[in-house]
């Protein structure tokens, strides 16, 4: 099975601030990474796909990087709307989700 | 683009669970289904895939033997049916449309979410 750790697992930031995310896999994945946001009561939504791509009507404040085992996650300048989860996953071997970082106030 | 999943659930333990999951807005027999899990408090869980193109399904390890994935695209809907269900089985269970018809991939839009509580 591949494992995904994500760093750190919650951070407290402010509006206006860069957040970076980070998602360690435990064996080579290429770039077969997503990246989704999660509220408390609402469905998943896609961010990034394919590592770097960004879905359709994402904000470009989103962004997403690296290959083979390290990958980043970034958000410009944190908006109020962005309090939520993020969860990075592997599609390399059948799918996995990381643990996910709660990012709040 | 959307996926309208069925009513919450209760059941009792040792039962079998069927959460349906309509699909409208695009060709869904050039798809696949993923379907996801929250327990309470817990992150985000795969439990598998299947493709409304041939019917292939692929299953997270943890649920192979007591979770069947299916689809009919006569109706457009997905099903997820998982079996001998205990109380850890409690959760928010999520479809997806996958944007592969052959394996994984990634998953957008996604159901509402079907509440399960499992408990005797």
């Given amino acids: 099975d591949i494992q995904l750790t994500q760093s750190p697992s919650s951070l407290s930031a402010s509006v206006g601030d860069r957040v970076t995310i980070t998602c360690q896999a435990s064996q080579d994945i290429s770039n077969f990474l997503n990246w989704y946001q999660h509220k408390p009561g609402r469905a998943p939504k896609l961010l990034i796909y394919d590592a770097s791509l960004l879905q359709t009507g994402v904000p470009s404040r989103f962004s997403g990087g690296g290959s083979g085992t390290n990958f980043s996650f970034t958000i410009g300048s944190l908006q109020t709307d962005d309090f939520a989860t993020y969860y990075c996953q592997q599609y390399d071997t059948l799918a996995t989700f990381g643990p996910g970082t709660t990012v709040d106030i | ?120």
């Fill in chain 2, 1 to 120: 683009v959307q996926l309208v999943q069925s009513g919450a659930e209760m059941m009792k333990p040792g039962a079998s669970l069927k959460v349906s999951c309509k699909a409208s807005g695009y060709n869904f027999a050039m798809y696949g289904v993923t379907w996801v899990r929250q327990a309470p408090g817990q992150g985000l869980e795969w439990m598998g895939w299947v493709s409304a193109y041939n019917g292939d399904a692929n299953y997270a390890p943890s649920f192979q033997g007591r979770l069947t994935l299916t689809t009919d695209t006569s109706t457009n809907t997905a099903y997820m049916e998982l079996r001998s269900l205990k109380p850890d089985d409690t959760a928010i269970y999520y479809c997806a449309r996958d944007w592969n018809q052959y394996k994984e991939n990634w998953f957008d839009p996604w159901g509402q979410g079907t509440l399960v509580t499992v408990s005797s």
